[in-house]
């Protein structure tokens, strides 16, 4: 029988087959709060997740005084699955409107519920049948109760707001082909920090915030 025949295949790797060709929907997934300000050709969730990796691994040992102990290594698994749910559930934008000092989520807190429990359902049919390292990274990811996990987020913010300057450096965004309700209260790309701020957790991610932001603002204002 030739290799490759279905009489050979076994129905555990067509499981974990499946679960990958699901979790590479997140290539396709387009960042919604791009889509929402007109940006040409957004960024996938993937491409963020890229980039929020990239940041952990280049940037990770300047958050060692903010972070003691900080395992880079498990960083990078949190870092590679934390948004890999949305490739199920899609992508929900955080509002400026929605994010307080003491709130690190879009909506109210039954909103916020509700996202989660679609997600980690989304996350049994994603992982299920992958190792369980994929599942336990990302819970530990959302559980927010490491420095790893707190580095990830970190890193998600900032790649943000880089993405956002690359954005405005590039001219890349037309308020008039988004959504014209969306940023009523914000000119230009200024929502994408407005939301970001209150949510860093850390000196050094405020610093790095604050790089971003006066690079941007010395771009939007050029």
Partial sequence: MAPGDDAD??????AVLDA????????????????????NEPESVAAHSWGVAYLVLTLGDRFREDLPGVDRDRALRLAVVHDVA???????????????AD????GDAVDREA?????????RDLAGPLPERVRDAW??????NSPEAVLVKECDLLDTCLQ???????????????DPDAFREYDDLDEFFATSEPRLRTDAGVELFASIRERYRAARDR
């Fill in 164 to 178: 956002a300057l690359r954005y405005e450096r590039g001219d890349r965004y037309d308020p008039e082909r988004g």
């Fill in 86 to 100: 949305e490739a199920e559930t899609g992508d929900v934008a955080t509002r400026a409107a929605d994010v307080t």
């Fill in 9 to 14: 295949a076994d129905p555990a790797d067509d």
């Fill in 103 to 106: 709130d690190d989520a879009a």
């Fill in 115 to 123: 996202k989660v429990a679609a997600e980690r359902e989304a996350m």
């Fill in 139 to 144: 819970e530990a990811y959302e559980a927010r």
């Fill in 20 to 39: 990958l060709l699901d979790a590479y929907a997140l290539k396709d997934e387009r960042r919604t709060g791009w889509q929402l300000r007109g940006v």
